[in-house]
């Protein structure tokens, strides 16, 4: 065992962090941008590629965005730094196998789970979690093989956040306008055939409610192939929306705004149809073995004690005929084994990123967390910078205070058990995987084209041992 301080040449702080999304590489990046302490970080994830929602969410039309894993990949290059793909935290190996051979472990595996409207007809074919239908289209290895009917002509979107954005604009962008993205093969010889004309998007508050942002509102405008249609009467608010949105914050303002231009705007006649829909809430999906139809309540706001507007129905309902329903109302964390966890906020149970024994509410020791696991799944890229460094901060701050003690077992003896037992994918795989992907993608003018298949990506990768490649 060593016997140096943790973080010293001698006796180098070994960090194990479990997911290489955002938040994960911001860790990294943080831990392995100063020269005191002395940090190695090994960074896991359950599957052979890297960079998380950055790769698997964010929309393949939205390829500026995914510049962000330039950075991520200037913390991969720096020496301390390993990556150690297609290994499943919780089954290929365990958190106590980690805890038992690194100084700190980092949690930051994201919340990738769906959530549930819990109506009628919601497990009907032709009701899908947008979760799912977003890993499809982005090429997701667990996604590959799900079907989405898009033979109907209306498609209705539950939700008002940006993820709803994105998968209605993705139903509408023309064959050629994804043509030259990254998103999967699949998805695009499917969305190719699709005939559906109008996207419902449906906001059960109203316009002063919407979790849209700015940007992404705006851009609906740019679709080459669809109109964005807002009701009139949808953007004149109520009186208590009226007096909130004096003191709301710009975004909310500018959204409102904006839903007043596209009130305001007459439709051009495009093929398609984005139709932004508030006060309505799903409260039934009909169909005889799929879906056929759904039926909508008619909402107004009420205020709750707090406060804080939200939707009550007025008994009023309406039904729409529709094929395909994309439930689009937020992600959700799931528990890892033997890692505290809070149910009801559906986070890893913490104190800003110290993870706390849920009996003595005291920190356990060397066991962080940062990301959406930690404090939900809300925020852009951006969010998790600041994220992890409070959790960084408290790791160096508990490592600096003598509060980590030296691991019982050897961070390199695990890995050269996990190497025999798996195929894990280094750095240097993933390398091969990119470049393969890059090139597949150059002679047809696109970013990438994605390999979907858990086989062809590690068939893809090179099977170095951790001693040939990962080198630090
Ligand atoms: C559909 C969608 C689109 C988005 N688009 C944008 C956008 O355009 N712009 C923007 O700024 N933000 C966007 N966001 C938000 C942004 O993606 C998130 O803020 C960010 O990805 C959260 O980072 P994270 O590291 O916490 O989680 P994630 O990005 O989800 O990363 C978690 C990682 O952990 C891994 N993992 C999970 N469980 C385990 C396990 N047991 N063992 C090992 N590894 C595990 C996963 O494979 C994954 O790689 C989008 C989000 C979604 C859902
Ligand atoms: N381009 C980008 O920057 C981009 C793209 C995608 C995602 N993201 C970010 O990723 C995060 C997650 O996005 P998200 O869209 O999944 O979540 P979100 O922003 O939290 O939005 C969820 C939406 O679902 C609604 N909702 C929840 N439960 C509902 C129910 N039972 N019935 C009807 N509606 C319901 C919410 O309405 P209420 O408000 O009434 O609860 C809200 O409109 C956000 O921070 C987002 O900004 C960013």
């Not at 940006?162 to 050629?176: H, I, P």
């Not at 004309?197 to 002063?208: D, H, N």
């Not at 992404?216 to 009226?242: F, G, K, M, N, Y």
Request: net charge negative; glycine share 10%.
């Amino acid at each position: 065992m060593a016997s140096a301080r943790p973080g010293t040449p001698e006796n180098p702080l070994r960090v194990a962090i479990v997911g290489s999304g955002p938040a994960g590489l911001y860790a990294a990046g943080q831990l392995l941008g100063r020269d005191d302490p002395v940090v190695l970080v090994d960074v896991f994830d359950r599957l052979p590629t890297p960079w998380g929602l950055v790769r698997a969410g964010v929309a393949p039309d939205h390829p500026k965005i995914k510049s962000v894993t330039r950075v991520f990949e200037k913390t991969a290059r720096k020496p301390g730094f390993r990556f150690h793909g297609n290994l499943e935290v919780g089954s290929d190996v365990t958190h106590e196998q980690l805890v038992n051979a690194y100084h700190a472990v980092i949690y930051a595996v994201g919340s990738a789970g769906d959530r549930r409207l819990g109506i009628d007809g919601e497990q009907l074919p032709g009701s899908h979690a947008a979760t799912e239908f977003v890993a499809w289209y982005n090429g997701h290895p667990d996604y590959a093989d799900l079907q989405f009917d898009l033979s109907c002509r209306r498609a209705v979107v539950v939700g008002n956040g940006n993820v709803a954005l994105d998968v209605a604009r993705m139903l509408a962008l023309s064959t050629e306008e994804l043509a030259a993205t990254d998103i999967a093969d699949h998805a695009l010889e499917a969305l190719r055939s699709s005939r559906i004309e109008e996207v419902v998007v449906l906001g059960r508050r109203g316009p002063a409610q919407v979790a849209f942002t700015n940007p992404e509102l705006r851009e609906l405008a740019d679709l080459e192939l669809a109109d964005v249609i807002v009701h009139l009467a949808d953007v004149q608010l109520d009186a208590r929306s009226t007096a909130a949105l004096a003191d709301a914050d710009g975004t909310t303002k500018r959204n409102v705004e904006t839903l007043a231009q596209y009130a305001a705007t007459p439709s051009s006649g495009r093929p398609r149809r984005i139709v932004l829909r508030f006060l309505a809430s799903p409260v039934r999906i009909e169909g005889d073995g799929r879906v056929e139809s759904i039926t909508i309540a008619r909402n107004e706001l009420v205020a709750g004690a707090d406060g804080v507007l939200r939707a009550r129905p007025t008994g009023r309902t309406e039904q729409l005929e529709t094929g395909l329903v994309l439930r689009s109302i937020g992600y959700v964390g799931t528990p890892l084994p033997g890692v505290p966890f809070d149910a009801r906020r559906s986070t890893v149970l913490n104190q800003q990123g110290r993870v706390v024994d849920p009996d003595t509410g005291e920190p356990l020791c060397g066991v962080y967390v940062t990301g959406w696991i930690k404090r939900g799944p809300s925020g852009v890229i951006g969010t998790n910078k600041k994220c992890a460094q409070e959790t960084t901060e408290l790791l160096l701050e508990d490592c600096a205070q003598g509060r980590l003690v030296d691991p019982a077992g050897s961070a390199d003896e695990l890995l050269t058990l996990l190497h025999e037992r798996t195929h894990v994918v280094d750095y240097a795989g993933w390398e091969a995987i990119d470049a393969h992907e890059r090139s597949l993608g150059e002679p047809q003018g696109r970013p990438r084209v994605k390999l979907v298949r858990r086989a062809e990506l590690l068939e893809r990768a090179r099977p170095l041992s951790p001693s040939a490649t990962n080198r630090r």
